[in-house]
């Protein structure tokens, strides 16, 4: 009887240059190709997300190019588990194919599916396509972690210099693909309804990369890649841009991603960093966690115009400047003493590229308990970022326009009482440390 070979597409959403594709296309099996709606991630999003819709339109382009061929794409809802049951009782399956992934929920899922395939006597694969290196290929001299991104990343351009990365051109094996049938999934069918927020686009040119250093930090500028969302979900491949990047004379862009590969591998590491700061002593400060002012950083009525503009631009079209979310990160943290994971998990609902790894090593680098992290004493002065990055207030004009009107919120706190409010919150928590 001829045997198969699942590919369980995830966070790779495209059919070129996809690594784990590329291997199961080359095994020897057809190859069945899924994706899996999971409920325990489905579950906790909002009823209108329109991340599915980006999901769903990737697999809807995966689809057609092998439609080309008679053959489709899987779309599956439930869990993981459950759905390989069935589909083990369906067609004589061999081994299950996918790409690695570094997150904690991810972790444990995979590690509880190889286990359940075992015992049915059914391979279970995994490869590195997300990042240029994972785990332990970029460590000290002594097999250790970096908790320092500098000599993480000189590490990285030394081993990247040596080895470039492969290219993986599964399209040309299409003809691989098992001619099954296969059942599709509307968003409706997920319970989910259309979001209001247009899909979003990336460019990655020389001409980007090259000013990328000089225009990054204005946000009016407009002058970012946005590709994060394309990355998080692998809609394009990582080695793709990376060698983009490293083609260029200015690093600036280059290291942007090497810091995406620093926090996965924390994350990989450190998996409780998800919940817990990297700095024990941190998780002893006092936080405020005031509701009302929380909802109004939510809502973007903080007093603050640049801050305001961020969480507008987020919540009306889930992206939102670098530089500006620096900016309200540290005001939450520090202004605010409003604890980092509040932050971090509205950041969640609401971020387009949403990525854990970096959302997470990023908010705990403004609230100054993570690894490589700002001194706790650095606190953002809003006032100044604004006369420093976006002095005509074009960006805040853009997405405030109410901020000179009469009916504009005052500050929410003063800078300077905020300031010193921080300094003496923290100090009191480090200091109980040491006691």
């Known amino acids: 009887m001829e045997k ?16 784990g594709l590329f291997k199961a296309l080359n095994g020897g099996n057809k190859v069945i190709p899924i994706f899996i709606f999971d409920t325990e991630i489905l579950d906790k999003l909002p009823q209108s997300d329109a991340r599915v819709e980006y999901i769903l339109i990737a697999l809807g382009a995966i689809d057609r190019a092998m439609k080309r061929n008679r053959c ?30 570094y997150e904690p929920y991810a972790r444990k899922r995979d590690q509880e599916i190889q286990v359940f395939l075992e015992a049915q006597h059914i391979g279970f694969e995994t490869y590195k396509d997300q990042v240029i290196f994972e785990k332990d290929e970029v460590v000290k001299e002594d097999g250790s972690p970096y908790r320092v991104y500098t000599p993480y990343s000189r590490k990285w351009l030394s081993q990247f210099s040596s080895q470039k990365p492969a290219y993986f051109p599964s399209a040309d094996y299409i003809m691989q ?15 989910f309804t259309p979001s209001v927020l247009a899909q979003p686009h990336h460019i990655v040119n020389q001409e980007l990369i090259s000013a990328y250093e000089e225009t990054r930090n204005f946000p009016a ?33 280059l290291k942007e991603l090497i810091w995406r590969e620093f926090f996965m591998q924390i994350l990989w590491h450190y998996p409780h960093t998800s919940t817990q700061s990297f700095k024990p002593q941190y998780d002893r400060i ?20 640049l801050v305001d503009a961020g969480m507008r631009q987020l919540n009306e079209t889930g992206f939102m400047h670098n530089r500006v979310r620096m900016l309200v990160g540290s005001f939450l943290c520090k202004h605010l003493l409003i604890d980092w994971r509040l932050g971090e998990a509205y950041f969640a609902e609401k971020l387009f590229d949403y990525e854990m790894s970096s959302n997470i090593g990023n908010w705990q680098w403004v609230a100054g308990c993570g690894v ?21 207030h074009d960006y805040v004009n853009k997405w405030v326009p109410d901020y000179q009107e009469l009916t504009y919120p005052q500050p929410i706190v003063d800078h300077p009482f905020a300031r ?16």
């Open 4 to 19: 198969f070979t699942l590919f369980w597409f995830r966070r790779d959403l495209r059919l070129e240059d996809n690594h």
């Open 72 to 101: 489709s794409i899987g779309m599956y809802h439930g869990s993981p588990k459950a759905i390989f049951t069935k589909l083990i009782q369906t067609w004589p399956i061999e081994k299950i194919v996918c790409n690695s992934d």
């Open 177 to 191: 693909f098992a001619q099954v049938d296969q059942p599709s999934i509307t968003l409706e069918d997920l319970g």
């Open 221 to 253: 500028l407009d002058q970012t890649s946005r590709i994060g969302t394309a990355l998080r979900f692998g809609t394009v491949s990582t080695r793709k841009i990376v060698k983009q990047a490293a083609a260029n004379d200015n690093p600036t862009f």
């Open 286 to 305: 006092e936080w405020r966690n005031n509701p009302e002012e929380f909802e109004k950083w939510c809502q973007g009525k903080t007093g603050y115009p």
């Open 372 to 392: 490589d992290a700002a001194p706790y004493f650095r606190i953002f002065n809003p006032t100044e970022q604004l006369k420093k990055f976006d002095k005509q």
């Open 420 to 435: 010193a409010r921080c300094l003496t919150t923290y100090k009191a928590a480090l200091d109980a440390q040491k006691n």
